[in-house]
């Protein structure tokens, strides 16, 4: 079964983020991740209610923990708090 997997970054690190993707790709074309991040989501939508329901539905949870990741409010204070919040939720809790 798939795994789902969030991405947190800041977008000032779109070129590591390409990067990732390609480093991911194989563990995608093999069915054993599907991955998610914010540029999914589509015109009109809620940026905030699409983030926290991604992130909450997700398997696994990667930052890309740069200098600009930790400097981003948005980033730090909601989603790496969220995804730490979860971390100690007991499985079935969430």
């Known amino acids: 079964m798939s795994k789902k997997v969030f991405i ?3 977008h000032v690190d779109q070129a ?3 990067r990732l993707h390609k480093h991911l790709a ?3 074309r093999d ?3 599907s991955e998610w991040y914010d540029r999914e989501i589509h015109a009109g939508g ?3 209610n ?3 329901a991604a992130l909450d539905s997700a398997d696994i949870f990667i930052a890309c923990a740069s200098p600009d990741y930790i400097a981003s409010n948005y980033c730090y204070e909601r989603e790496l708090n969220r995804a730490l919040e979860r971390e100690k939720t007991p499985i079935g809790m969430a």
């Open 16 to 18: 590591l983020i390409d």
């Open 26 to 28: 194989h563990l995608q």
């Open 50 to 52: 699409e983030v926290m």
């Open 46 to 48: 809620n940026i905030g």
């Open 8 to 10: 947190s970054y800041s």
């Open 31 to 33: 069915g054993t991740i």
